[in-house]
């Protein structure tokens, strides 16, 4: 999961992001591999369903950034040095 705990910068501290995110989502994490989530209350169990959505939209927004800048690079390398010259590339 790309929050801070997985190396990702984070934006400023909230709900989601901070030390205390960090350390509840390696913990949620370790008891959702084992299956034992029934330990949890219904606000852990909410929080963690929201964190691992704004998580999978993170994932799915780095992927189309390097999407685009994968087809940029392509479309750069099919011009020419006098093309690249003119855009000012």
Do not use: I, S
Request: with cysteine; hydrophobic share 40%.
């Amino acid at each position: 999961m790309p929050c801070t705990c997985d190396g990702y910068p984070a934006p400023a501290p909230d709900l989601h992001n901070g030390p205390v995110a960090d350390a509840l989502c390696k913990a949620m994490q370790d008891h959702e591999a084992r299956g034992e989530m029934g330990c949890f209350d219904a606000a852990a169990l909410k929080w963690w369903k929201d964190h691992k959505a704004r998580d999978r939209a993170r994932v799915q927004q780095d992927l189309r950034e390097a999407d685009r800048r994968n087809a940029r690079a392509e479309a750069l390398a099919k011009l020419t040095p006098f093309e690249r010259q003119l855009l000012g590339l």
